[in-house]
């Protein structure tokens, strides 16, 4: 028999679990690279609370050296290990997993040797997010970087991590692209109106806002606190990266090409991620009969909760958790379905959804440490 975990079963009712990884007694050992980051921090605090895996290295570069808990004092007592430069002896061992928590470029340098030592490796960037090549270069152009990446050989290996849609994919990956955060509101949002064919799949309006967290903790000078506290600005309006990960996971719905018109805004919140996504209706629904369509659609995904027009939330009903609110609603005077998606950009957003799919990935129950209901107000 595998070791049983007593993870209390279950402030949610939807999934009563038993918890479990095999082999018998053996935590999964992690490597968080990008530790010192935002996403690095989401992951630590998460498998602190895990019961079937523990943190075994921390990488990042400016501070290395120091312990985590220099660096983020609240951890002091939780975590003390020491951070490592990538190339430390210290952190060449094999891992179960390995989470790239850093920006573009670097997960595709170096998950190759990570995976050749026998690792599972989630990426946060877009390096894994596209299986061709073709696909990357049209998102790094995007971008404004690199076309060429340097692992051509692993794409297609690489699945997309988003369970909801990709759950048995990823339950077989060793390799997993972590999705971006607008695009898994605007993904989770419309994905079963497309696959119901209740809406046109061209002009799909996304107008998505995210709190100031989603630009990472490095400093900016837009991000100086002058300048930010009391501003809401759009951006890269010539075109959003996120832009080809949402009409590919759409179409994959809809069967058909879909075309999204995205903008990305910024807003003085620290945390969370506000999508407002319209399509123009191809029949006449009432709102019951969408829910009852989203209902279905998401009856395996306990992560998303799927709301009627009348629900009073925000980004402070999933603020440190791994949900995505769904609100759905009909105007039958304009002929438009609206919904308005709502996630933590860190949680399901980033980190939260990495630990999701490393649950998936080992066979666990999929909301192991992740059954919270967060922090409000
Ligand atoms: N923030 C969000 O809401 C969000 C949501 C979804 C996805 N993402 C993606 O998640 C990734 C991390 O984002 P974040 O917001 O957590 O960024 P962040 O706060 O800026 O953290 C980035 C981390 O990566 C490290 N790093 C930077 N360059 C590196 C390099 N060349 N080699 C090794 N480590 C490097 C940084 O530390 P050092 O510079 O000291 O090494 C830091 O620890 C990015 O790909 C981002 O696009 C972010």
Known sequence: MPQLYNETPTVRKRKIVVQYWPP??????????????YGGLGIIDLLLRHPCAEISALVAREDAGKRISDVYPHLAGFCDMPIHAADDPAVQGAYDVVFFSTPDRVGMADAKAELAKGAKVIDYSG???????????????????????????????????MPELHRAEIARANLVGNPGCFATSC???????????????????????????????????????????????????????????????????????????????VLPI??????????????????????DIYRKFYAESGFVRVLPSTAAVGTMS?????????????????????????????????????LQNMNVMFGLPENTGLNQPGMYP
Request: proline share 3%.
């Open 187 to 265: 993904i989770l949002g419309l994905a079963p109106a497309l696959k119901a064919h209740l809406v046109n799949p061209h002009g799909l309006v996304c107008d998505c806002k995210s709190g100031v967290s989603g630009a990472g903790k490095k400093a900016k000078p837009q991000f100086h606190y002058p300048e930010r506290c009391e501003q809401i600005n759009a951006y890269r309006l010539s075109g959003h990266q996120h832009v080809c990960e949402v009409e590919r996971e759409l179409g994959l719905q809809a069967g058909e090409d879909v075309t999204v018109i995205f903008t990305a805004q």
């Open 318 to 354: 999933v603020r440190g958790t791994n949900f995505c609110d769904i609100v759905v609603s009909v105007d039958a005077r304009t002929r438009k379905l609206r919904i308005v998606s709502i996630i933590d950009n860190l949680m399901k957003g980033q980190a939260g959804q990495a």
């Open 270 to 291: 620290s945390r969370g991620i506000l999508s407002t996504l319209y399509g123009d209706l191809t029949q006449d629904v009432t709102e019951a009969d969408v829910l």
């Open 127 to 161: 390096d894994f997010r596209f299986t061709t090549l073709a696909a990357y270069q049209d998102y790094a152009t995007r971008l404004g970087k690199d076309p060429q990446h340097l692992s051509p050989e692993l794409l297609g290996t690489n699945v997309y991590g």
């Open 24 to 37: 018998m007694n053996k935590k999964i050992k992690a490597k968080v690279v990008g530790a010192t980051g």
